[in-house]
């Protein structure tokens, strides 16, 4: 009797261009996807996430079925239980799985290898397919560097893959970075690109319902419009190429009301839970560029975002943990406030509280609430800089994240979290915190002009937040970066400062901190 495989697909292999099966179907060989009912309770997930993660399995596996091979989709209270209890259900002799992608799926596999060695069943754990760069190469780069700066590695990974190459060695359009071109705000009176929608199909439609009850969750279900299919990703980045991509550079970091994504993609969401191949989406960028249809300028911010930024976030993530989880370089003492799950006062986990007056933070707060996603400035230079300025714990702001974004997974989230988001990590990632007053937010944005609050008062019952917690925080941390090269002119800008604003600011800020409801 041929003795059979088990062949485990976490919740984030859900394509055959991701995940460790074999191509062919095998009669000695088992697909196994989970539902952990443990993993399930450990957050409070956005309900759309779990539902792109739900539907995604079962789309997935009901495609493998079609094509012959033995499925088996099961709920256990671990994945550790699962593997245990199917091994000896099927007699399997041995297990392969992916690498554990986040520290948690890393231990949850040892605790499933102690389980299977009792039973006699091997585990063979095999590297994920889900990245263009292993985590030893990174490691081997990363070996002995003073600064782990992302430029450096993208290079190295534009050249293995030889994306925007020349023949001759030099980068196309003849510059590494074309960051300095795509700087632009939203046109004034240009109108917003309509939320793309892919219509739920009957699979997602019943994951719909059956999250739209669960307790201890976030968000809603109701605008759930994401691919959970391969078919309708590799239809949702043709129309990324065509529609979007084409301007995509110059309003990267742009920031308009109500408009979660602007030109950007969404695509991270598919690529982070296997519906697409990070190099496939890659090419594909590069492809538009050469047959002219799409600038370098855009073709370049986007591939760096995967090329780059993507695979270097991945490795910094393991470079740095287990620290990383509570690395706290500024010593942030506070809860994350109740606004970032209840940014209009409504009822959250059983309080109320007051609504968010700001209007760039409550609405960047409702995108996610509301889709599971704002795109990357939002998230920087909206969220993580005003938790940054107030004080919040980077853990604290972290847990919001990874619970929060369709796209957020622990090896993701964090590092940008504690490391860009909020300089946690003490400048391992970026050399300075990105803080900024609300003049970032009105030059990259229109949220000011419609604001309660004036963005150009630092002080007074109108003055703007942002500005006098960023003079606040350059305040308190004023010894740190003096001398830092990139910090010192905001640092000096205090002394000139009149004493008696110095004080209101400092007294505006606390009182600021101590009006708001905190998690928790």
């Not at 419009?225 to 190429?241: H, Q, T």
């Not at 600038?295 to 780059?308: M, N, T, V, Y």
């Not at 990383?324 to 799950?341: G, S, V, Y």
């Not at 309080?351 to 939002?378: K, P």
Request: glycine share 8%; proline share 6%; aromatic share 10%.
């Amino acid at each position: 009797m041929t003795a059979t495989t088990l062949a485990f697909v976490a919740p984030w292999e859900c394509s055959r261009a991701v995940a460790n099966i074999p191509r062919e179907p095998r009669e000695d060989v088992v697909v196994v996807l989970l539902e952990s009912v443990a993993k399930g309770a450990s957050l409070p997930w956005h309900r759309q996430k779990l539902v792109l993660i739900l539907s995604a399995m079962r789309h997935f596996a009901a495609s493998l079925e079609k094509a012959g091979h033995r499925v088996v989709l099961r709920k256990a209270p671990t994945y550790a239980e699962g593997l245990a209890t199917l091994a000896q259900e099927f007699g399997a002799t041995r297990v392969v799985a992916t690498e554990g992608r986040e520290q948690d799926m890393v231990d949850e596999l040892e605790r499933a290898r102690t389980q299977l060695d009792a039973l006699g069943v091997s585990l063979v754990l095999r590297e994920d397919r889900g990245f263009l760069a292993t985590r030893e190469e990174f490691a081997t780069w990363a070996r002995g560097r003073k600064e782990h700066r992302m430029e450096w590695f993208y290079r190295e990974m534009r050249r293995k893959h030889n994306i925007l190459m020349e023949p001759d060695g030099t980068p196309s359009g003849g510059d590494w970075n074309f960051d300095a071109d795509n700087r632009k705000p939203w046109p004034k009176g240009r109108e917003v690109p309509p939320l793309w929608r892919t219509e739920p199909d009957a699979i997602t439609r019943e994951q719909m319902e059956r999250v739209r009850g669960w307790s201890n969750r976030w968000g809603t279900v109701d605008t759930f419009a994401l691919p959970v299919s391969r078919a309708d990703a590799k239809a949702w980045l043709e129309r990324f190429i065509v529609e979007r991509l084409p301007e995509f550079g110059p309003y990267e970091d742009a920031l308009v009301h109500g408009a979660p994504d602007l030109l950007h993609s969404s695509l991270s969401s598919l690529i982070n839970v296997g519906l697409l191949h990070p190099l496939e989406v890659v090419k594909r960028a590069e492809r538009a560029y050469r047959e002219g249809h799409v600038p370098i300028a855009s073709a370049e911010g986007f591939i760096r975002q995967i090329l780059g930024w993507r695979e270097y976030i991945r490795g910094m993530y393991w470079h740095l943990m287990p620290g990383l989880r509570t690395a706290n370089a500024l010593n942030a003492p506070l809860p994350l406030p109740q606004w970032f799950w209840a940014p209009d006062g409504e009822a959250y986990n059983g309080t109320t509280g007051g609504a968010c007056e700001m209007r760039c933070l409550s609405d960047t707060i409702r995108q996610v609430r509301d889709y599971g996603r704002t795109h990357h400035i939002g998230r920087l230079m909206v969220q993580c800089n005003f938790a940054t300025m107030l004080g919040v714990q980077p853990a604290a702001l972290s847990r919001w994240f990874w619970a929060g974004f369709t796209d957020a997974y622990e090896w993701v989230e964090l590092p940008n979290v504690a490391g860009m988001g909020t300089w946690g990590d003490g400048g391992a990632l970026a050399s300075k915190p990105y803080v900024a007053s609300g003049a970032y937010v009105n030059r990259m944005s229109n949220y000011c002009g419609g604001c309660r609050y004036n963005v150009k008062q630092r002080t007074g019952p109108d003055a703007c937040p942002m500005n006098f917690l960023y003079w606040d925080f350059m305040d308190r941390h004023r010894e740190r970066f003096a001398k830092h090269p990139r910090m010192r002119m905001m640092t000096k800008h205090l002394d000139g400062m009149d004493a008696d604003e110095l004080v209101q600011i400092r007294t505006q800020a606390q009182q600021f901190r101590e009006s708001l409801s905190y998690d928790g």
